[in-house]
């Protein structure tokens, strides 16, 4: 039988993001997924119109009805509230779990609301096998914790956190996009990848389920980060061969 992911998350209407490109991305890796949404938006690429939270209890239902079947990882996106991040921390199984902070859109609606980083740094920082921050978010998550960028990857990986993946597509200086692990039991490990000019949604969605979805399968850390980063590139090229010929510099994403 295939592994199974536990995605819990938010759905965008447009499709560009959330569960439906957690389940997008683990059908094409050939495994089975099962959700609990935390969150209905009406979102566009352009805009977030609507949010609505799923009542706490209502998504601690989802995951305990989820976990009825196999579970082999865990893929944390949109939480919305203080209020979810401490229903999903208590209702948690225990298997490797890969939780992307996402804190804006990338139409620029916030996300998770104030008390919420507090809340993910208290009970879910702790819980997960791999943090995946992009630039913007790794400072919001310092700005929280009242340190520099570089020492927040110490603390919270002091906090219980097994490992950080700093996601480079915002920084626009290098030629190519690299992505930086985290990991006490090792160096340092870079993933590079070139820059490609496609506005795509979902990047850091696609990058953090994959990485689930690799260790669901019984990848190690190192492996499965650069198996999705691939799979990720590749959905970059094919963007760019559909929309221009040639690939320009510029990457538009949030991962
Ligand atoms: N909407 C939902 C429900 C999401 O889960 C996410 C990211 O995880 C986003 C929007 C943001 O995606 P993007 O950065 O592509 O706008």
Redesign the pocket.
């Known amino acids: 039988m295939s592994a199974r992911v536990l995605c819990i998350?938010?759905?965008?209407s447009s499709g560009?993001?959330?569960l439906l490109r957690d389940a997008a991305t683990l059908t094409a890796m050939g495994l089975e997924s099962c959700a609990a949404v935390t969150?209905v938006?009406a979102?566009s690429d352009k805009a977030?119109r609507e949010v609505q939270l799923m009542p706490p209890a209502l998504v601690a239902s989802q995951i305990a009805a989820a976990c009825e079947g196999p579970v082999d990882a865990v893929k944390i996106?949109?939480l919305g509230s203080a209020a979810l991040v401490d229903a999903i921390a208590r209702a948690l199984p225990d298997r490797p779990v890969v939780l992307?902070p996402?804190l804006v859109?990338?139409?620029g609606r916030a996300?998770l609301d104030e008390g919420g980083i507090a809340a993910l740094l208290a009970h879910l920082v702790p819980r997960a096998t791999l943090l995946t921050p992009n630039l913007p978010e790794l400072d919001a998550l310092a700005a929280a914790l009242g340190c520099s960028p570089a020492q927040a990857i110490g603390r919270l990986q002091d906090s219980g956190c097994g490992a950080v993946l700093v996601k480079g597509g915002h920084d626009l200086t290098p030629q190519d996009a690299t992505d930086r692990l985290y990991h006490r039991a090792s160096p340092v490990a870079e993933f590079h990848a070139p820059r490609l000019d496609a506005a795509l949604?979902?990047?850091?969605?696609q990058l953090a389920s994959a990485i689930a979805g690799g260790l669901a399968q019984g990848l190690d850390m190192e492996r499965a980060v650069s198996e999705a980063k691939r799979r990720l590139t590749a959905r970059f090229r094919a963007s760019c061969a559909a929309t221009a010929p040639e690939a320009t510099r510029g990457n538009m994403s949030?991962a």
């Not at 949604?201 to 969605?205: A, V």
């Open positions: 998350g938010g759905i965008d560009g993001a959330g969150a938006t979102q977030v996106g949109m992307d996402v859109s990338s139409s996300l949604r979902g990047t850091g969605c949030r």
